[in-house]
């Protein structure tokens, strides 16, 4: 299916008919099919849609550079036009960031809301990372005291060790749009989420480390936090039994109403 707005196409998919509607705002990124074992779980009771975001999948990328506000507004619009009732909104890492800004700064009135590994949390800076930084600024502009004929290969190269998978993984006129979203700090949002949210999380993440989940719960006023032991940053795929479990608990009640 697609949603037409002006800047483009968006392409999404929806599965089941159950009353109650599910929202899955997948991670940075993501492949919709990384979702079919919790959609194909959940959507005996629910109606599943999930979306390829602008630049991904089936969706075309707008010929201008976007930033998390964009996505957030693209996306809410796009749930505008379901009109749907009450949607719960499920968001994993990138799909988190955009359901912070969604309730945090746009203030939408969703009630309910699940954040898995979510990004929106600046790292701080560590004496390691400003080093980093550094050295990477540092090599790329000795690149032209090279010929020129060895620039792309040597920046290439510098490029490969220091930029992170995400970054490396795309087209270059995605680039830009990837460093405004991942620079926003969406941390003083977070309080202002009237939502009833659960927050899940795989104690081994390293991209979205746990402190991030405890600083959401501590946060958000009306939260829960499940941790998830020996998993990482996509326990919809390391432990998704546990994980169609815990979402079916989180909001069988509302099948009801």
Same mark, same amino acid.
């Given at each position: 299916?697609?949603?037409?707005?002006?800047? %483009?196409?968006?392409?999404?998919?929806?599965?089941?008919?159950?009353?109650? @509607?599910?929202?899955?705002l +997948?991670?940075?990124?993501?492949?919709?099919? #990384?979702?079919?074992?919790?959609?194909e779980?959940l959507?005996?009771?629910?109606t599943?849609?999930?979306?390829?975001? +602008?630049? /991904?999948?089936?969706?075309?990328? +707008?010929?201008k550079?976007?930033t998390?506000?964009?996505?957030?507004d693209?996306?809410?619009?796009?749930? =505008?036009?379901l009109?749907?009732?009450? +949607?719960?909104? *499920? %968001?994993?890492? /990138?799909? %988190?960031? *955009?359901?912070?800004?969604?309730? %945090?700064?746009?203030?939408?009135p969703?009630?309910?809301?699940?954040?898995?590994? @979510?990004?929106?949390i600046?790292?701080?800076?560590?004496?390691r990372?400003?080093?980093?930084?550094?050295?990477?600024?540092?090599?790329?502009?000795?690149?032209?005291?090279?010929?020129?004929?060895?620039?792309?290969?040597?920046?290439?190269?510098?490029?490969?060790?220091?930029?992170? @998978?995400d970054?490396?993984?795309?087209e270059?006129? !995605?680039?830009?749009?990837?460093?405004?979203v991942?620079?926003?700090?969406?941390?003083?949002?977070?309080?202002? *989420?009237k939502?009833?949210?659960?927050?899940?999380?795989?104690?081994?993440?390293?991209?979205?480390?746990?402190?991030?989940? #405890?600083? !959401?719960?501590?946060?958000i006023?009306? @939260?829960?936090?499940?941790? *998830?032991?020996?998993?990482?940053?996509?326990?919809?795929?390391e432990?998704?039994n546990?994980?169609?479990?815990?979402?079916?608990? =989180?909001?069988k009640?509302?099948?009801?109403?």
């Amino acid at each position: 299916m697609n949603y037409h707005y002006e800047l %483009g196409n968006l392409y999404y998919e929806k599965y089941g008919s159950g009353k109650q @509607s599910i929202i899955i705002l +997948p991670g940075w990124g993501d492949i919709r099919t #990384s979702w079919n074992y919790i959609i194909e779980y959940l959507k005996e009771d629910f109606t599943i849609y999930i979306v390829d975001y +602008p630049g /991904f999948g089936n969706s075309n990328f +707008p010929d201008k550079d976007l930033t998390i506000y964009d996505y957030t507004d693209i996306i809410y619009n796009w749930i =505008q036009s379901l009109e749907l009732n009450d +949607p719960i909104l *499920i %968001g994993h890492s /990138f799909g %988190g960031r *955009i359901i912070i800004t969604l309730t %945090g700064y746009y203030h939408y009135p969703f009630k309910h809301i699940a954040l898995m590994d @979510s990004a929106g949390i600046k790292p701080k800076k560590t004496i390691r990372s400003i080093l980093r930084n550094t050295i990477y600024k540092i090599l790329k502009k000795g690149s032209h005291l090279l010929p020129k004929k060895y620039q792309n290969k040597y920046l290439a190269k510098i490029f490969s060790i220091f930029a992170s @998978s995400d970054y490396r993984n795309l087209e270059e006129n !995605m680039r830009p749009t990837f460093r405004n979203v991942i620079h926003e700090d969406l941390r003083h949002y977070l309080e202002k *989420i009237k939502a009833n949210t659960l927050i899940i999380w795989g104690n081994k993440d390293t991209s979205t480390p746990i402190q991030d989940a #405890s600083l !959401m719960h501590q946060k958000i006023p009306d @939260s829960e936090l499940i941790v *998830i032991d020996k998993v990482g940053h996509f326990p919809y795929l390391e432990r998704p039994n546990l994980i169609c479990a815990i979402l079916y608990e =989180q909001f069988k009640e509302l099948i009801k109403k």
